[in-house]
């Protein structure tokens, strides 16, 4: 993000610096340095009147922006020293005005990937247990997308979080263009068409696979009553899941992996830590897909990155079950 650049021109030249960007990728920027009588004129009893100017980006020919960087979007740099200075005389309204090479340091604020999600709880600087924004960040992992990621204490959120998310959810994700984005399945499809290699697309047919074992499992977690159907529907789900893997597995889409395993994964990890905590409930061992396809997906490399530890999830879930 800096770069530097010699005048050698003097006033009224245009000069080119390349400046750099993340990814190791190279922005060619033009400044036309201004005619003297263009500076701003300086104290009417002596000192100097300084200039910088307000930069536009323009990408040379050679190399892409990185995304998200937008080319038709101004770019307001702090430059220091200025590039040029007018000074007063005492002895009257002479202007002298520098022409010497200068060395300036442009230092350009580029906005990135940003994405808000759940710090754990009672630890704000530790990634916590919403398995929503754990879904994102490996959306952006599988992807090998640069991000920055914020953590949000949820039980103290800060005012400029609720300013990007009135409501107060999380996670919401920012593609480098200042419009923050909210509800993880939005985010997701966002991230697809921005970043499209490689394709995390699942098929239609396929895209629903899973879609009810969370909310039959927070129900069961829940639950009081041993009687009252909860965990029937939770294994009659684990049991569709298996019946697709064995056809069709070892992921939802076979032998790649898509968007609805990054979006189950983590469901599947909260069911597994929070029965086992809560309830001393396994899935059943006689399931060998599932479990197949569990350590697959908690052994990837991208899941382990981006996981809460079990600790954290397991208090994430505590106030509900016990409520």
């Given at each position: 993000?800096?770069s530097s650049f010699?005048?050698?021109?003097?006033?009224?030249?245009?000069?080119?610096?390349?400046?750099?960007?993340?990814?190791?990728?190279?922005?060619?920027?033009?400044?036309?340095?201004?005619?003297?009588?263009?500076?701003?004129?300086?104290?009417?009893?002596?000192?100097?009147?300084?200039?910088?100017?307000?930069?536009?980006?323009?990408?040379?020919?050679?190399?892409?922006?990185?995304?998200?960087?937008?080319?038709?979007?101004?770019?307001?740099?702090?430059?220091?020293?200025?590039?040029?200075?007018?000074?007063?005389?005492?002895?009257?309204?002479?202007?002298?005005?520098?022409?010497?090479?200068?060395?300036?340091?442009?230092?350009?604020?580029?906005?990135?990937?940003?994405?808000?999600?759940?710090?754990?709880?009672?630890?704000?600087?530790?990634?916590?247990?919403?398995?929503?924004?754990?879904?994102?960040?490996?959306?952006?992992?599988?992807?090998?997308?640069?991000?920055?990621?914020?953590?949000?204490?949820?039980?103290?959120?800060?005012?400029?979080?609720?300013?990007?998310?009135?409501?107060?959810?999380?996670?919401?994700?920012?593609?480098?263009?200042?419009?923050?984005?909210?509800?993880?399945?939005?985010?997701?499809?966002?991230?697809?068409?921005?970043?499209?290699?490689p394709s995390l697309?699942?098929?239609?047919?396929?895209?629903?696979?899973?879609?009810?074992?969370?909310?039959?499992?927070?129900?069961?977690?829940?639950?009081?009553?041993?009687?009252?159907?909860?965990?029937?529907?939770?294994?009659?789900?684990?049991?569709?899941?298996?019946?697709?893997?064995?056809?069709?597995?070892?992921?939802?889409?076979?032998?790649?992996?898509?968007?609805?395993?990054?979006?189950?994964?983590?469901?599947?990890?909260?069911?597994?830590?929070?029965?086992?905590?809560f309830k001393g409930?396994?899935?059943?061992?006689?399931?060998?897909?599932?479990?197949?396809?569990?350590?697959?997906?908690?052994?990837?490399?991208?899941?382990?990155?981006?996981?809460?530890?079990?600790?954290?999830?397991?208090?994430?879930?505590?106030?509900?079950?016990?409520?």
């Open positions: 993000m800096l010699r005048n050698r021109k003097g006033l009224g030249a245009t000069t080119s610096l390349i400046l750099s960007w993340p990814m190791g990728r190279h922005v060619r920027m033009t400044i036309t340095l201004p005619s003297p009588s263009r500076l701003p004129k300086p104290p009417e009893h002596g000192g100097t009147a300084s200039w910088a100017p307000h930069v536009i980006l323009t990408p040379s020919v050679s190399g892409e922006l990185p995304l998200p960087i937008n080319p038709a979007s101004p770019i307001s740099p702090v430059i220091s020293p200025p590039i040029a200075r007018r000074r007063r005389t005492q002895g009257g309204n002479r202007s002298l005005c520098s022409g010497e090479n200068r060395q300036v340091v442009v230092v350009v604020v580029a906005m990135g990937v940003e994405v808000c999600v759940k710090a754990a709880v009672g630890h704000p600087d530790t990634l916590g247990d919403c398995p929503f924004s754990q879904r994102v960040l490996l959306t952006l992992e599988e992807k090998k997308v640069p991000y920055e990621m914020k953590l949000i204490d949820v039980q103290n959120k800060p005012d400029w979080f609720l300013k990007i998310s009135p409501e107060g959810k999380v996670p919401v994700f920012n593609g480098g263009d200042g419009k923050w984005i909210p509800d993880s399945d939005v985010i997701t499809q966002v991230i697809e068409e921005k970043y499209p290699t697309v699942t098929p239609p047919e396929y895209a629903s696979v899973g879609s009810k074992i969370f909310s039959c499992f927070t129900t069961f977690l829940k639950s009081k009553d041993p009687n009252d159907g909860s965990e029937k529907a939770l294994l009659t789900e684990l049991q569709a899941l298996e019946e697709h893997l064995k056809a069709h597995g070892p992921f939802i889409n076979g032998q790649n992996i898509s968007a609805a395993d990054l979006s189950l994964a983590p469901k599947l990890y909260h069911l597994q830590v929070a029965l086992e905590h409930w396994k899935i059943p061992e006689d399931l060998t897909n599932v479990h197949a396809y569990t350590e697959a997906l908690f052994s990837r490399e991208s899941f382990i990155k981006t996981k809460a530890a079990k600790e954290h999830l397991i208090a994430g879930w505590a106030p509900k079950v016990n409520a």
